[in-house]
């Protein structure tokens, strides 16, 4: 698939425009869509001492975008029954017990833990090792209750990484690069620069000077954004990442007003009108990153730079509503397939539930359930359990059952879902 050439050339204005108003001495932009990538480009200077060009194989530090790779990690552990979501981080690490903190809560920003470890780091930039952030937990305060709000912190995401420790018997840095980088070659992506790595830089905002920024040692607090990556290898973890629903699932509203920016597990989800844009994004001492990805259309960008001040005039999310705009989603064509199983034999077709029509249809292999009319955010699918018996799998009533009712001659008669019944006519409740 290749993207319309004035999607590329917008993309390429909007990328030198960041470029020249931030100021910054490089950026690098990509684009994708699924495990495609569609684009990539590069401005500037990648080390200014040596004059050496931007590439798009040039590595970033992408900061807190690490903190997806934790999450993912945390939920991997999670799917091998090695710890629970709702299980209180003191479980995993006694130091950091707190009533009301838990794995969950601490994905999602919602903990309450302050945001970052104790004493001025961010002046020092001398970050704790294991021992010290531990014995310093102490000294950590509690600056809100546990699930009443989203508040960032990067001293929980540096906590979850002794959770992966522990529950996963190595190191967090380790877990993540065999475990999610090596299968799906990120090659690119290093716990701190590696090859062809660009310089950071502070850039003066009232002259044309660019400072050389040092990469600080960030020790225990590497998982919460001590890796560097590419645009190549970031789109396709983006790729990877739209494939995790669960991930995906709002935990917490960050802007409780409007309803713009909610937090899901290790994920920001923005709301621009009628789209939702999934991702994170990264600021590190000398870089700046962005990934973001609309799932309904299949397409993301990146844009990584090496400026820890680039310009805030700017919108990085405004590059991906650009391309699901450019990119729509084409519907697949009707084709004839398989029968319905003979159990539903008499089961197809229309059904009212609280004076509603429900159609109970195959489609694709699945028994659904649809509103005619109603545009539902997503299908209701229902999967088989047993004799006469479905789960419902996605949608209305996710999670609950339906159960099928037949008469003397084995005819269906009846529906239980969720414990409502459904019958072939119209009828009040109760009757």
């Given at each position: 698939m290749?993207?319309?050439?004035?999607?590329?050339?917008?993309?390429?204005?909007?990328?030198?425009?960041?470029?020249?108003?931030?100021?910054?001495?490089?950026?690098?932009?990509?684009?994708?869509?699924?495990?495609?990538?569609?684009?990539?480009?590069?401005?500037?200077?990648?080390?200014?001492?040596?004059?050496?060009?931007?590439?798009?194989?040039?590595?970033?530090?992408?900061?807190?975008?690490?903190?997806?790779?934790?999450?993912?990690?945390i939920l991997m552990l999670r799917d091998e029954g090695k710890l629970k979501l709702d299980d209180p981080l003191g479980a995993y690490v006694p130091e950091a017990d707190r009533e009301g903190v838990t794995i969950r809560r601490a994905l999602a920003h919602s903990s309450g833990v302050q945001r970052e470890t104790p004493g001025e780091v961010w002046e020092s930039l001398d970050f704790p090792d294991r021992e010290r952030l531990l014995a310093e937990m102490s000294d950590a305060e509690q600056v809100l209750e546990p699930g009443r709000q989203w508040h960032y912190s990067n001293l929980v995401y540096a906590l979850l990484g002794q959770v992966i420790e522990r529950a996963g018997g190595i190191p967090p840095e380790q877990f993540v690069t065999e475990r999610i980088l090596g299968p799906l070659g990120l090659d690119r992506t290093t716990w701190g620069p590696g090859e062809n790595a660009a310089t950071g830089y502070f850039v003066e905002r009232f002259a044309d000077v660019a400072v050389p920024e040092p990469v600080p040692d960030k020790k225990a607090v590497a998982p919460?954004?001590?890796?560097?990556?590419?645009?190549g290898d970031l789109a396709k973890w983006g790729a990877a990442l739209m494939e995790q629903d669960e991930m995906h699932a709002v935990q917490v509203m960050a802007d409780p007003d409007r309803w713009l920016l909610g937090w899901a597990l290790g994920l920001e989800i923005n709301r621009r009108g009628d789209r939702l844009f999934a991702g994170h994004a990264g600021g590190a001492v000398g870089h700046a990153s962005w990934l973001f990805y609309s799932r309904r259309e299949r397409v993301g960008t990146v844009l990584l730079t090496n400026t820890e001040n680039p310009s805030m005039s700017f919108d990085p999310i405004s590059l991906t509503e650009k391309a699901a705009e450019a990119l729509p989603v084409e519907d697949e064509p009707w084709r004839p397939g398989a029968p319905a199983p003979a159990e539903l034999d008499g089961v197809l077709g229309i059904w009212w539930g609280e004076g509603v029509d429900w159609w109970f249809e195959w489609r694709d292999g699945s028994l659904e359930a649809r509103r005619p009319g109603r545009n539902l955010p997503t299908r209701t699918l229902f999967e088989r359990e047993g004799e006469d018996v479905y789960r419902t799998v996605s949608g209305r009533e996710h999670g609950e059952r339906l159960k099928i009712v037949r008469d003397a001659d084995g005819r269906p008669v009846k529906l239980y879902w969720a414990t409502y019944p459904f019958t072939r006519t119209a009828e009040p409740l109760g009757r």
């Open positions: 290749s993207a319309p050439e004035s999607l590329l050339a917008d993309l390429r204005r909007e990328l030198i425009r960041f470029q020249r108003e931030s100021p910054a001495p490089s950026a690098t932009a990509a684009l994708f869509r699924g495990d495609e990538l569609l684009w990539t480009e590069s401005v500037g200077l990648a080390d200014v001492e040596t004059g050496r060009e931007a590439t798009p194989d040039s590595q970033y530090a992408i900061a807190s975008i690490t903190k997806t790779f934790v999450a993912r990690a919460a954004g001590a890796l560097f990556s590419t645009v």
